[in-house]
């Protein structure tokens, strides 16, 4: 659970409080927004790995940034990783894990998290872009002596661990959307 929530806030914290300002937050960085009007639903698997590759190209353009991750909903990389052509054969196919290989897009690294939201995409080059700067790693508490705690014979567990993010080259991320476009 705490790696979920910090995933969250690198990718989604909103900057009030105690929040980082998230990746996706950051105003600076690309996007190359929706999927064009018109993309009908048997139509946008293969829409959405043509909208990754323009992602791409934009970082190549961005100072020539190159790619190493990609973050993805588990539901999107399930559309994905099933595409299906015409014929039957998966769209990806040349690119599916096998042998515990990891999983690529565009010879991307996949890195597939619940803290993304639903039908956005973040690729980047994560060495160059941001960085992480940890302040304290993961620490675990635990008491009895929370609240009533004692008298129901229960424990309070506390893990945390404290961060900031510095997003010292915005254009090397790029930022978008697998819904299609009005």
């Not at 999107?76 to 290989?101: C, I, M, R, S």
């Not at 996949?110 to 980047?124: C, K, Q, R, Y």
């Not at 002596?145 to 790029?174: M, V, W």
Request: hydrophobic letters at 40%; glycine letters at 10%.
């Amino acid at each position: 659970k705490l790696s979920l929530q910090s995933d969250a806030q690198l990718l989604t914290g909103d900057g009030t409080g105690q929040n980082l300002t998230g990746i996706l937050n950051d105003s600076s960085i690309n996007n190359v927004g929706e999927i064009a009007s018109g993309t009908s639903a048997g139509d946008l698997p293969g829409a959405m790995i043509d909208h990754l590759r323009a992602a791409i190209t934009q970082l190549q353009l961005s100072e020539y940034y190159n790619p190493n991750g990609l973050v993805l909903h588990p539901s999107n990389w399930q559309t994905l990783e099933t595409a299906k052509a015409t014929d039957g054969h998966y769209l990806l196919v040349a690119f599916a894990p096998t042998a515990g290989e990891t999983p690529t897009v565009w010879r991307v690294p996949v890195i597939v998290t619940n803290a993304m939201p639903e039908d956005s995409f973040l690729i980047g080059d994560w060495t160059l872009g941001a960085q992480r700067y940890v302040r304290e790693g993961v620490t675990v508490r635990i008491s009895e002596h929370n609240d009533s705690n004692f008298t129901q014979n229960a424990i309070t567990i506390l893990a945390e661990n404290r961060y900031g993010l510095g997003i010292s080259r915005p254009k090397a991320f790029c930022k978008g959307d697998f819904s299609v476009a009005a």
